[in-house]
C-alpha cells in the first residue's frame, strides 16, 4: 500500500474511532454537573501519534465537522447547537491533542516511552485548557444567566474530576502506540 493510501485509510479509521470513542463512556456526577469521560482522548492521541500532528489534527477536525453538520456522533448528539454548548470546548481541545501529541512524539520511529508519554500527556493538556477556556468564555460570558462559574470551581468539575482517568488513558494511548507501530508500518 501506498504512503498516501495508507495515511488516508488510517485517517478515516480516526475519524470513525473517534465517534466510537464518543459513545464508550461514563458519566461522573459532579455537583449539580455531570462530567463524561469518554475514549475520545485514547483515540485523538493515538492519531497524532500515528498520523503525526497535521494528519492527526485533520483527522479528528474532521469528526467534529461531521458532527457539527449533524451526524449523531457526539456523546449526546450532534448539530451546530453544539458551539453554544459550554463542553463543546472539549470536542475543539480533541484535534489540539491530536496535534500537540503527533509534534511532541517525533519521529515515532526513534521514540522512547517517555517521549511518547510526554507527548500523550502534553495532548491532554492541551485538551484541557481548551476545553477550560471556551468553558469559561461560554458560561461566563455567552451565555451570561445570572450565575458564573468561578475559577476555583471550573477546576474541580472540569479538570480534576477527570484528569487522572484521562492520564491513565494517556498512558494506555503511549503503550498501545508502541506496540502497534511496528505492525502499522509494515
Not at 492527526?56 to 449533524?70: D, K
Not at 493538556?125 to 455567552?142: H, P
Request: proline share 4%; with cysteine; hydrophobic share 55%.
Amino acid at each position: 500500500m501506498k504512503k498516501e493510501t495508507g495515511s488516508l485509510v488510517l485517517c478515516g479509521l480516526f475519524t470513525a474511532l473517534m465517534a466510537v470513542g464518543a459513545f464508550i463512556h461514563i458519566m461522573l456526577p459532579v455537583g449539580p454537573f455531570q462530567v463524561t469521560v469518554s475514549l475520545q482522548i485514547f483515540f485523538a492521541i493515538l492519531a497524532g501519534l500515528f498520523l503525526g500532528s497535521r494528519h492527526g489534527f485533520l483527522s479528528v477536525l474532521a469528526y467534529l465537522v461531521l458532527g457539527l453538520a449533524g451526524v449523531p456522533i457526539f456523546a449526546h448528539g450532534g448539530g451546530l447547537g453544539y458551539l453554544l454548548k459550554p463542553t463543546f470546548g472539549f470536542l475543539l481541545g480533541f484535534p489540539c491533542a491530536a496535534w500537540v501529541a503527533g509534534v511532541l512524539g517525533g519521529d515515532n520511529r526513534k521514540t522512547g516511552l517517555q517521549q511518547l508519554l510526554a507527548a500523550a500527556f502534553g495532548g491532554e493538556m492541551i485538551y484541557y485548557f481548551t476545553g477550560l477556556v471556551y468553558y469559561s468564555i461560554m458560561f461566563n460570558v455567552v451565555l451570561q444567566n445570572g450565575e458564573g462559574i468561578g475559577f476555583i470551581r471550573l477546576l474541580e468539575v472540569w479538570f480534576f474530576s477527570t484528569v487522572i482517568p484521562d492520564g491513565i488513558i494517556c498512558v494506555l494511548a503511549a503503550l498501545v502506540y508502541r506496540k502497534l507501530a511496528p505492525l502499522v508500518r509494515r
